[in-house]
């Protein structure tokens, strides 16, 4: 039987969508930030469809996690997967391919600026087994994004996540979608808590975030995004940097403008792990909300395992057992289009 959804409009909700796409310790590393939309969400429903469970994904950059998703039932189409955006976003040209319907305006705001850009609802949007049905959708350019990976046709957001449990493994390149709760009994590591920042007063739209600290000259405790699309460790505050005697760097947000960031190598202990990381940063006192102080990039992990059902993560967890599916694994879709660049 077909659902019919209601859409309705709210001046008082907002989406966010925060991550960091490109850092780098060149003339100028790329910082996508912070998106926020003004639409009440539209009722969706979230299916699990059979196929394997484990999707191969093109590791871009050394960072960028490039997914194969369909969007109404057309493609597969490239997109960069961003658990550090509140909101799932594709391509204006995409939009207008699928023929999308503007249901609302939302604005982008970057460290340097804010422009309003189109909300739309997709009917069916599908990575692997995973099927989110009425799913909010931003629409717009992405020419940040397509200096990373010319192929990429949108960015998969938390909300097309958010009922999702699954374990993005680096080291083989794989994402392994956890339906039945199999992979997480089958790995050992301690459960650290993930934290839900709300966007607005809708708590169906969030970020992920995770306690931890780095070393400067002492401890300082941080409230870090979970971050899928940042390079680099991103701080915004509270760690010297900028006119310190520290190397320097641009960070640039989508529409081109820049903004001065230290480069400073710290340690940053999560889940009592210390490791020391390339950090850029920035000087301004807060950038993801009032209780975020930076972006913790995904990459600097061999593997992770996220549970939005279970809000908990699992940092660099040890294989206890075979789970049932490693070896069912999808076979990346040929691309009609121009060969793919820059790292795949």
Same mark, same amino acid.
């Given at each position: 039987m077909k659902r019919n959804s209601h859409i309705a409009f709210s001046a008082g909700d907002k989406f966010r969508r925060f991550s960091c796409a490109r850092?780098?310790?060149?003339?100028?590393?790329? @910082? @996508?930030?912070?998106?926020?939309?003004l639409l009440l969400a539209t009722p969706r429903s979230f299916a699990v469809a059979p196929?394997?469970?484990?999707i191969p994904f093109r590791f871009v950059h050394g960072f960028a996690v490039v997914v194969p998703v369909s969007v109404n039932g057309q493609g597969p189409y490239d997109f960069m997967l961003d658990t550090g955006s509140t909101i799932t976003t594709l391509d204006s040209g995409l939009g207008q391919q699928l023929g999308l319907a503007t249901q609302g305006m939302g604005t982008v705001t970057t460290l340097t600026q804010s422009a309003p850009a189109p909300l739309a609802v997709a009917s069916r949007v599908a990575i692997g087994p995973v099927t989110e049905e009425n799913l909010v959708v931003m629409i717009r350019d992405l020419n940040g994004l397509h200096q990373?990976?010319?192929?990429?046709?949108?960015? =998969?957001? !938390?909300?097309?996540? $958010?009922? /999702?449990?699954?374990l993005l493994d680096y080291k083989h390149k794989l994402i392994q979608f956890d339906i039945d709760?199999?992979?997480?009994?089958?790995?050992?590591?301690?459960?650290?808590? =993930?934290?839900?920042e709300t966007v607005g007063n809708n708590s169906q739209y969030a970020n992920l975030s995770v306690h931890g600290s780095v070393n400067d000259n002492g401890v300082r405790e941080m409230e870090l995004l979970l971050d899928s699309g940042s390079a680099s460790l991103? =701080?915004?505050?509270?760690? $010297?940097?900028?006119?310190?005697?520290?190397?320097?760097? %641009?960070?640039?947000?989508?529409?081109?403008?820049? @903004?001065?960031?230290?480069?400073? $190598?710290?340690?940053?202990?999560?889940?009592?792990?210390?490791? +020391?990381?390339?950090?850029?940063? #920035?000087?301004?006192?807060?950038?993801?909300?009032?209780?975020?102080?930076?972006?913790?990039? /995904?990459?600097?992990?061999?593997?992770?395992?996220?549970?939005?059902?279970?809000? %908990?993560?699992? %940092? +660099?967890?040890? !294989? @206890?057992k075979s789970s049932a599916l490693?070896?069912?694994?999808?076979? #990346?879709?040929? !691309?009609? /289009?121009?060969?793919?660049g820059g790292g795949f």
């Amino acid at each position: 039987m077909k659902r019919n959804s209601h859409i309705a409009f709210s001046a008082g909700d907002k989406f966010r969508r925060f991550s960091c796409a490109r850092c780098c310790s060149g003339p100028i590393a790329c @910082l @996508l930030v912070l998106i926020m939309a003004l639409l009440l969400a539209t009722p969706r429903s979230f299916a699990v469809a059979p196929g394997p469970g484990s999707i191969p994904f093109r590791f871009v950059h050394g960072f960028a996690v490039v997914v194969p998703v369909s969007v109404n039932g057309q493609g597969p189409y490239d997109f960069m997967l961003d658990t550090g955006s509140t909101i799932t976003t594709l391509d204006s040209g995409l939009g207008q391919q699928l023929g999308l319907a503007t249901q609302g305006m939302g604005t982008v705001t970057t460290l340097t600026q804010s422009a309003p850009a189109p909300l739309a609802v997709a009917s069916r949007v599908a990575i692997g087994p995973v099927t989110e049905e009425n799913l909010v959708v931003m629409i717009r350019d992405l020419n940040g994004l397509h200096q990373i990976a010319p192929t990429a046709r949108g960015v =998969l957001g !938390q909300n097309a996540l $958010d009922h /999702t449990d699954f374990l993005l493994d680096y080291k083989h390149k794989l994402i392994q979608f956890d339906i039945d709760g199999e992979i997480g009994r089958s790995l050992g590591g301690r459960h650290v808590p =993930l934290h839900r920042e709300t966007v607005g007063n809708n708590s169906q739209y969030a970020n992920l975030s995770v306690h931890g600290s780095v070393n400067d000259n002492g401890v300082r405790e941080m409230e870090l995004l979970l971050d899928s699309g940042s390079a680099s460790l991103v =701080l915004f505050a509270g760690v $010297d940097s900028v006119g310190s005697g520290y190397a320097e760097s %641009f960070v640039a947000d989508t529409a081109g403008h820049h @903004l001065l960031a230290g480069i400073r $190598d710290l340690q940053l202990v999560i889940d009592g792990k210390s490791r +020391e990381v390339p950090t850029h940063v #920035l000087s301004m006192k807060k950038g993801g909300g009032p209780k975020i102080d930076g972006l913790l990039p /995904t990459a600097i992990f061999s593997r992770i395992y996220i549970s939005n059902r279970g809000g %908990f993560a699992m %940092f +660099e967890p040890k !294989q @206890l057992k075979s789970s049932a599916l490693s070896g069912a694994v999808a076979s #990346l879709p040929s !691309q009609g /289009t121009a060969a793919h660049g820059g790292g795949f």
